[in-house]
């Protein structure tokens, strides 16, 4: 079993930054992708980003391309999501997940049914 736990989440103005973060702990070694991603009240289930604790490859939603960051830290076990230049239509429950997947198509890694273990979810709400 691997426990992830995210934090970071916070209210913050249109323009502003937030880091959030996901400590992951059990059994790591059994996965090696993880991904973001984000709900907003009665929406789907969205990706955000991804990446291999590799580090090798990211993947990004076209919606945060140049404006989130995915980084990992391999020896705390942790992976980051830098959100530069928030906008309202960020707000959403954001959510990280673990999984193994061995395919390399931006598809495959963005795709929810592709990761087995899931966090609590921190909400990320930007104003106008």
């Known amino acids: 079993q691997v426990q992830l736990e995210e934090s970071g989440g916070g209210l913050v103005q249109a323009g502003g930054s937030l880091r959030l973060s996901c400590a992951a702990s059990?059994?790591?070694?059994?996965?090696?992708?993880m991904g973001w991603f984000r709900q907003a009240p009665g929406k789907e289930r969205e990706f955000v980003a991804a990446i291999r604790w590799s580090g090798v490859s990211t993947y990004y939603a076209d919606s945060v391309k140049g404006r989130f960051t995915i980084s990992r830290d391999n020896a705390k076990s942790t992976v980051y999501l830098q959100m530069n230049s928030l906008k309202p239509e960020d707000t959403a429950v954001y959510y990280c997940a673990a999984g193994a997947i061995f395919a390399t198509s931006a598809q495959v890694m963005s795709s929810p049914t592709m990761y087995l273990y899931w966090g609590q979810g921190t909400q990320v709400t930007v104003s106008s």
């Open positions: 059990g059994r790591t070694v059994s996965t090696n992708a």
